[in-house]
């Protein structure tokens, strides 16, 4: 898998709703074992290029491409084919069914390429073989001890953990997260944190977009301002944090 260049390159996006020029040319690279964070304050454009990214929306500009190939046209079940998976801001579990059948819905994808619906009615084998991916990435992200809880009565901390972990079911190279820091305690959002640096360390490259600038700074190798739909900054932690035009851009709003 690894060969040097960056994993994933962002080229010119542009978005518009309407009259609204929602994106303008955000271009930027995510590379192997890199965590790459998006900040900026409301409505500068961050879900917006989120959802460009994740196929959610289609970018009316420009272009994206997974290592060489480009991406933007298709459709999201194949993009977590090719090996981008993400997790939604508002986490999206099944209450009533447990955190380990919350989790094989994401190994599904991989295994079988198919519906919801259709997990539900698994040949035998093929059952045992998405509940060994499931415990697997449960494991990973510390959740194996509750496994037969119903995801619904757990901490919204152990929800996005469940989400991630479905979301490593489909055996991405690179995981992006839309908010995961939104609404956790301090300490969830510690381990948090020292997850996704495990991820990275195991070879995982790493997009998110984030509010809590305080989670990002310790977090991300490199962040992508943007303000107004254009990229105000890029930089590393250090840099970005004392960036004059960052500043203003946050106390601007
Ligand atoms: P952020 O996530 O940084 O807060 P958004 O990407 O949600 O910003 O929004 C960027 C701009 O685009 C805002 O002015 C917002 O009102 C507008 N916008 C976002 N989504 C839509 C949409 N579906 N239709 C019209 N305008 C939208
Ligand atoms: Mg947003």
Not at 26 to 48: H, L, R, Y
Not at 81 to 107: D, I, W
Not at 136 to 158: E, I, P, T
């Amino acid at each position: 898998r690894a060969d040097g260049g960056p994993l994933l390159r962002l080229r010119g996006i542009g978005k518009s709703f309407g009259g609204l020029r929602a994106l303008k040319a955000v271009s930027f690279d995510v590379g192997q074992k890199e965590i790459v964070s998006i900040i900026g304050p409301n409505g500068a454009g961050k879900s917006t290029l989120f959802n460009c990214i994740t196929g959610v929306l289609r970018p009316d500009e420009g272009e994206l491409f997974l290592r060489d190939k480009e991406i933007s046209t298709q459709n999201v079940r194949k993009f977590v084919q090719k090996g981008v998976a993400r997790t939604f801001q508002h986490v999206k579990l099944v209450s009533g069914m447990s955190v380990l059948e919350n989790t094989m819905l994401g190994a599904h994808i991989r295994v079988a390429g198919g519906t919801i619906s259709a997990a539900l009615h698994l040949e035998r084998d093929q059952e045992k073989q998405l509940r060994a991916e499931a415990m697997k990435q449960l494991k990973r992200v510390g959740l194996d001890n509750v496994q037969h809880m119903d995801a619904a009565s757990l901490s919204l901390g152990q929800q996005r953990l469940i989400e991630i972990a479905r979301a490593l079911c489909a055996d991405p190279e690179i995981l992006l997260l839309d908010e995961p820091a939104a609404g956790l305690r301090q300490l969830e959002k510690q381990k948090l944190a020292s997850l996704l640096q495990d991820l990275r360390e195991d070879g995982l490259s790493i997009l998110l977009v984030e509010h809590d600038m305080g989670f990002v700074m310790g977090l991300s190798n490199r962040i992508v301002v943007i303000n107004y739909g254009e990229k105000l900054v890029e930089g590393d932690p250090a840099n970005v944090r004392t960036d004059p035009r960052v500043i203003q851009a946050y106390l601007g709003t």
